[in-house]
């Protein structure tokens, strides 16, 4: 049961490019999320799904574009990327229980992206 | 708007030695509240939550926190730290009125010396 995990660990892209990060769940959890962690922010929702098939803008979501296919997986692409986009970036999934965000939220190991 | 403070950056303390995190909150009504703890290059790990009941809350590795509604805070404690407590500590609230969302505090980096 490996949980939640993420594809790549760590990426390095110049200004511009595009790159698609990769969350998988092995939980069968209904909603799944993304977030960034930047220094002193704490973590801030980028998207986030609450099944196959659909996806909601979180706070920060200008940028990025994200797709759930597959119940468990959850991809995070971001189409021209920018210097402002260098963060650490947190998937998690959690459980049907009460709704989104009112359960426990497992995560994964985060990929770091920096971009030039 | 639904806010999460951690007035802290970082809280040292000897192991042995009880160990506080401190969390306050600004919501009109009862939150869910949430701590997660983040060791280094790592994803957040649950610890503990309060909804509704007891306003002790017992979790994960011998810490607890205590809900109170009056101060606005949900603090979490653990007796006797140890060094391997050493880790990021985030406190994170819940508010049905506020839509869909965990708004995160800033962390709290505990360091344990030994």
């Known amino acids: 049961n490996a949980g939640v995990t993420q594809t790549p660990k760590f990426r390095v892209l110049k200004t511009g490019q595009s790159m698609t990060l990769l969350c998988a769940q092995d939980m069968n959890h209904e909603y799944m999320y993304w977030y960034r962690q930047d220094p002193g922010m704490g973590l801030r929702l980028i998207h986030y799904?609450?099944?196959?098939?659909?996806?909601a803008k979180g706070e920060v979501p200008d940028g990025y574009n994200v797709s759930r296919l597959k119940k468990q997986n959850f991809l995070l692409g971001l189409e021209s990327a920018a210097p402002s986009q260098t963060s650490v970036y947190f998937c998690a999934s959690s459980g049907a229980g009460g709704g989104p965000f009112r359960e426990t939220q497992y995560f994964g190991p985060g990929t770091r992206l920096l971009v030039l | 708007a639904q806010s999460v403070a951690q007035p802290e950056d970082q809280v040292n303390v000897a192991e042995g030695n009880p160990l506080t995190v401190k969390c306050t909150y600004s919501v009109s009504g009862n939150p869910y509240l949430f701590w997660y703890v983040q060791y280094p290059n790592r994803g957040l790990q649950f610890l503990l939550k309060y909804i509704t009941g007891d306003n002790l809350v017992k979790g994960s590795y011998g810490f607890e926190a205590e809900f109170n509604k009056s101060q606005t805070s949900f603090h979490l404690k653990k007796p006797s730290a140890l060094v391997s407590d050493s880790a990021l500590y985030f406190c994170?609230?819940?508010?049905?009125?506020?839509?869909?969302?965990?708004?995160f505090g800033g962390g709290t980096r505990v360091l344990v010396k030994p």
């Open positions: 799904s609450v099944g196959e098939g659909t996806t």
């Open positions: 994170a609230l819940y508010f049905w009125a506020a839509g869909n969302k965990l708004t």
